[in-house]
């Protein structure tokens, strides 16, 4: 049997040697930096020369899920290294019917949770790293297929959210409905790259490194919040990931939040939706 196309059942996912579980999108991309040469008296560009620092940028998205096989680097990430801002490596291998793409040196450049009524909890993770590689002799074949074991996907209603602050900023998601989830981490990197290497030696975080939380819940009495304070309040978010038996499998806890704005919103025939949006640092 002749192989035309690659299907999405047809490729797996590897950090280090393990296999990924519960891949839903991957995107490899590689940028050729070029720097261009015109020759004197030349009006266009005569020879264009391979930079420094080629990259490749890959980004995956998944299904959370209580109980997965295998590792995998959104839940454990921080316990490779030091946390979001550690100058760790990983290598990424692709591997479908035609051969293994890889990509090494890889180091976190965007973290996300997302969570909304109707739908399963996923997240998404980027890394920038070596320029991505080819080889055939890496292909899997249909004997290397293998079912995922799961005990369950995580469920918005399962999802609580306390925020803690010294004022009335605080929010507790248990009295409220939730609607809609999403924290982000963004962590560009700068390249440090040795006189007379392409590849860089390190990709530190650039600083100050920050996150966002953001959700909406259905306007309630008690869903006013003062925000009158002339000081920015601070306090804790904790994000806390349930099974079916109610019991934490998964929590994300951040200190140093504020509140940065407040979104009430209706339509006809619809609710009344509040929606909070707050700022925290990365320490670590």
Known sequence: ?????????????????????????????????????????????????????????????????TG??????????????????NTGKQDFTIKDFAGATTVSGASLTSYSLNASVGELVNGTTS??????????EGAISFDDQSNDNFKGFFRPSHVQVTTTTDGDEGIDSTTLNIQNLSLSVDLPRQTKIRLGSRTPLFRYPELPAAGS?????????????NVTSMVCESGVIKIDLKDDDDNSVIDFLVSGCCLESIEESTALDDNTTVGFNYYFPIIQ
């Open 127 to 136: 890394y920038e790293g070596s320029p991505a590689s080819f080889n055939s």
């Open 213 to 225: 939380l953001s959700f909406s819940v259905l306007k309630t009495k008690v869903t006013g919040v």
């Open 68 to 85: 997965a096989t295998g590792i995998d680097p959104f839940y454990t990430h921080q316990a490779f290294h030091a946390g979001f801002l």
């Open 1 to 65: 049997m002749s192989i035309q196309r690659i299907h999405s059942s047809e490729v797996q996912v590897f950090a280090g040697s393990s296999r990924i579980p519960a891949v839903q999108s991957l995107n490899v991309s590689t940028q050729k930096p070029v720097n261009d040469v015109r020759r004197l008296g030349a009006l266009n560009v005569t020879e264009r020369v391979l930079g420094a620092n080629p990259i490749s940028t890959l980004d995956i998205g998944i299904l959370l899920t």
